[in-house]
């Protein structure tokens, strides 16, 4: 399959960094071909809390995954303005990371990008990396977008 014919896959979450990934994947592959943006919720069944039941009514799940959809849209409708070829995807995945890199591979993706958080220290212990995990568990090329400067209403802890 020709290099062009493979898609861009953008992970998206709706944050500035997201954005921000967007926006440099416009700037650096806006002859690239077909994108993907794909937004990856974890189930809430995933999500236990102690003495809480595991068992989620549904129509909650349907809110998520409606929510997830707009988020989805809304980083397709960014990817477009770069100059992308961009349709939205969502998909539930425990962890994300993981759900991420087998999108990429399901769709031979020739490019996976993803912006970051820029955690340091403790709180990249604590809540980790999903950036960093993908890239780690992937053969494909990743492109980790980092913001120029922190985004305002945004810190790390």
Excluded: C
Excluded at 12 to 38: C, F, M, N, T, W
Excluded at 58 to 77: I, L, Q
């Amino acid at each position: 399959m020709a290099d062009k014919a493979r898609p861009i896959v953008i992970a998206y979450d709706g944050s500035d960094y997201a954005k921000e990934a967007i926006k440099q994947a416009g700037e650096q592959l806006r002859e690239g071909g077909r994108a993907i943006v794909l937004t990856v919720y974890e189930p809430l069944g995933a999500l236990t809390f102690v003495g809480a039941p595991t068992v989620v009514p549904e129509e909650f799940e349907e809110d998520v995954d409606r929510k997830a959809r707009a988020v989805a849209e809304e980083g397709a409708t960014l990817a477009r303005s770069a100059g992308l070829d961009a349709e939205a995807a969502v998909e539930q995945g425990d962890p994300v990371w993981q759900r991420i890199v087998d999108f990429a591979d399901e769709h031979d993706a020739r490019i996976v990008v993803m912006g970051s958080h820029g955690r340091t220290g403790v709180s990249r212990l604590l809540l980790g990396s999903v950036a960093s995990a993908a890239a780690s568990h992937t053969n494909r090329t990743v492109l980790i977008a980092h913001v120029r400067s922190q985004p305002s209403g945004e810190r790390d802890t």
